[in-house]
């Protein structure tokens, strides 16, 4: 079942993006009513709209780890062949009708770029089932990283490109999308190790400061 719903062509998402944008009620709406908005496009496809608020200059304050939760219950469900379940207090998640149809259009220009250059190719990394379910297990490991609370350019918009490569990939079952989404996981961890070794460096140099200071004070 998984490899049949991950092959299922999705035409023109950058379309529905703009039609569910022009009819964004005022008071905005909920995460449940946006899902709901993209009907029987699949599972795959909520994991793409669930990156667009971190590919475009706009800040949700505090939705990383929301996002990144939801795009992982995504992934397990395409694993396990469920229904989506999503916790009440994010699917209720309202947000501000601007908001969201800056998003919408955003993503939608995004995405009709990307569609423009995604066929099927390079099958290999698409057609066989633990293939398949290799690239969903990415998206959720990608989705951890999108979570990283680390208030740094780009921790969140490198794993959220990696989700909506691996996603579209699969959709598309285009593999040169997918060999992007395995890169930019690839430079998110080297980025993530960087930062951790200069959290490191950091740390130990404030430390050699500190004993410096107090043993200069001792002698004085």
């Known amino acids: 079942m998984l490899a049949n719903k991950s092959r299922i062509k999705h035409q023109s998402f950058s379309k529905l993006l703009l039609s569910i944008a022009r009819n964004i009620p005022g008071q905005g709406m909920t995460i449940r009513?946006?899902?709901d908005q993209l009907g029987e496009r699949g599972l795959l496809t909520?994991?793409?709209?669930l990156t667009l608020p971190f590919l475009i200059?706009?800040?949700?304050?505090g939705s990383s780890i929301p996002f990144g939760l939801a795009i992982i219950l995504a992934g397990m469900a395409l694993i396990l062949n469920r229904p989506l379940w999503l916790p009440?207090?994010?699917?209720?998640?309202?947000?501000?009708?601007?908001?969201?149809?800056y998003i919408l259009e955003s993503g939608a220009k995004l995405l009709a770029k990307l569609e423009k250059l995604m066929r099927p190719r390079f099958l290999v990394l698409t057609?066989?089932?633990?293939m398949i379910r290799f690239n969903v297990f990415l998206i959720i490991f990608?989705?951890?990283?999108l979570?990283?609370?680390l208030p740094l350019p780009l921790s969140?918009?490198?794993?959220a490109y990696a989700v909506l490569f691996l996603a579209a990939g699969s959709l598309e079952r285009d593999g040169y999308l997918l060999i992007a989404g395995y890169l930019l996981i690839i430079i998110s961890l080297i980025y993530f190790a960087v930062v951790a070794l200069l959290g490191a460096v950091g740390m130990e140099v404030l430390f050699l400061l500190t004993i410096e200071d107090y043993l200069g004070s001792l002698m004085a």
């Open 88 to 101: 009440q207090g994010f699917a209720d998640k309202e947000i501000a009708s601007d908001s969201l149809k």
């Open 33 to 35: 009513q946006l899902i």
């Open 147 to 149: 979570m990283a609370p």
């Open 127 to 130: 057609e066989a089932d633990m």
């Open 57 to 61: 200059p706009l800040s949700i304050p």
């Open 156 to 159: 969140n918009t490198i794993p």
């Open 142 to 145: 990608s989705a951890f990283l």
């Open 46 to 49: 909520v994991c793409m709209v």
